[in-house]
């Protein structure tokens, strides 16, 4: 029927990572209800969100509060322009939030409109903060290979997964450097996990060397690496890197776009999980859990204090978004914070995410899981053809496709990244639904054949 959603979508709207000389032709899917950690599709099915719709609905879906408070700051403020002198009271609420809650001394904010547009003003900020110290040539940033930083021309590069550059122009090629992911599960076999992060800390040294220490600037790196895998570091990996950019004067930036606002248990993960405070701090997804788009770029007291030098050179800090502290957004992140809070959502995801990552190691027994690890509420699960000898699947067998297949059918979404099977529910799970998604992501990995 050409009046329906699907077909309108498919003959007008362009998505994301989608190959469109096939897309026309797919099964379609509309989404038309979301509740708690359901969503109902057009058919009528009702699904189980094991990814939180994209890693960011912590609070789980259809919050009446949400909507209530939306729609009263809609009615009372919804918009006026942000530059310069004026503000609204939920921008300046939760810049005052964020300061108390960040770590270390990340007092200061500067609002976008998402992930990508926040690490874009992260390395902004790192330019601005540089040039105006009189230190023009220190621009070099240095990222991971599988980071995800997203989708802008400069969070794309400075994203190390080849899928975001294909026929793109790399315009931030002289000036982003990549090194290596920490991926427990590629590192040599015999080789320790000390070992393995001493050649990771000793490569990153290498890099800043071989580049000039008077030219790099900072280093980007998620606490856990989200769609390259849920890629956990070895044990100290974030603390040493850290220290090396002291030893370099170099600003760390910690991408807490997923692993921030509850997912691993905690408000922000780089301070109370792996024992670093970040120069800047980059949050987005959960802090509204994605009921209106919202980024946050947070920056220490001693970054503020340069930039805000009475100007020179540096000109005035010229990024300017029309949807900076959005007034609706912001209202909609204090009161997902005040939800968070008062549902005490860190400490049922701390509990929650011991029990899942626990459910979860089950899995291995299973002849096509290669690998399975996470943290907290992220968890991925690497499917391979031949896990003793580590080969994966044909790209043709889309083993990965296939088990997202099964288990739609069975009534639970995860998420796809090639073979590879990504998890991240809500906050609000229990067990039940916990055990649920693993039955059914047991059900469908033992329906592969080894293709
Ligand atoms: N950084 C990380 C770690 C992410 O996972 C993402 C999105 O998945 C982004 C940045 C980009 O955020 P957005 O899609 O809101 O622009």
């Known amino acids: 029927d050409a009046n329906s959603a699907w077909a309108k979508d498919r003959a007008h709207v362009l998505h994301p990572y989608t190959d469109f000389s096939s897309f026309k032709d797919e099964g379609s899917q509309v989404i038309t209800g979301a509740e708690g950690m359901y969503v109902t599709d057009s058919d009528g099915n009702r699904l189980l969100d094991a990814i939180a719709g994209l890693w960011c609905v912590n609070i789980g879906h259809g919050r009446r509060e949400m909507a209530d408070a939306i729609s009263d700051q809609v009615m009372k403020m919804q918009y006026y322009n942000p530059f310069g002198h004026s503000t609204n009271e939920p921008a300046a609420e939760l810049g005052a939030w964020l300061a108390t809650h960040a770590p270390g001394d990340l007092n200061h904010v500067y609002y976008t409109t998402g992930g990508s547009t926040a690490n874009d003003a992260a390395i902004r900020l790192v330019h601005y903060y540089f040039t105006m110290k009189g230190q023009h040539q220190k621009k070099k940033i240095i990222s991971r290979n599988s980071a ?53 800390v000793q490569e990153f040294e290498d890099r800043i060397e071989q580049l000039g220490p008077d030219n790099v600037a900072a280093f980007i790196a998620e606490p856990v690496m989200g769609a390259g895998g849920v890629l956990v570091a070895p044990k100290g990996y974030h603390r040493r890197m850290w220290e090396v950019c002291k030893r370099h004067d170099m600003l760390y930036i910690a991408d807490e776009v997923v692993t921030a606002f509850g997912r691993l248990g905690h408000w922000f993960a780089s301070e109370e999980v792996f024992d670093y405070q970040p120069d800047i701090l980059v949050a987005a997804k959960g802090i509204t859990s994605g009921y209106i788009p919202l980024g946050a770029t947070l920056i220490s007291d001693e970054i503020y204090e340069v930039i805000s030098r009475p100007q020179c050179e540096g000109g005035v800090f010229s990024m300017g978004l029309t949807y900076f502290g959005h007034p609706v957004a912001c209202r909609a992140a204090l009161t997902n914070i005040e939800i968070i809070q008062r549902e005490g959502l860190l400490g049922h995801a701390r509990n929650m995410g011991k029990h899942f990552q626990e459910t979860a190691t089950g899995l291995c027994d299973l002849e096509h899981v290669g690998d399975v690890r996470g943290h907290g509420l992220m968890l991925a699960v690497d499917l391979m053809a031949d896990k003793t000898t580590k080969t994966p699947f044909p790209v043709t067998a889309q083993a990965g496709a296939n088990v997202f297949r099964t288990c739609a059918e069975l009534g639970v979404i995860v998420r796809p990244v090639g073979d ?5 529910p809500p906050l609000v799970i229990e067990k039940a639904e916990s055990n649920q998604i693993y039955s059914v992501l047991r059900q469908a990995i033992s329906g592969l054949s080894a293709g």
């Open 420 to 424: 590879r099977i990504v998890l991240s």
């Open 148 to 200: 995800y930083h997203g989708a802008t021309y400069v969070a794309a590069e400075l994203t190390g997964i080849h899928a975001t550059k294909m026929s793109f122009d790399k315009v931030g090629e002289h000036f982003i450097n990549h090194v290596s992911a920490a991926n427990m599960y590629a590192k040599p076999d015999d080789m320790s996990e000390d070992a393995y992060c001493d050649f990771l």
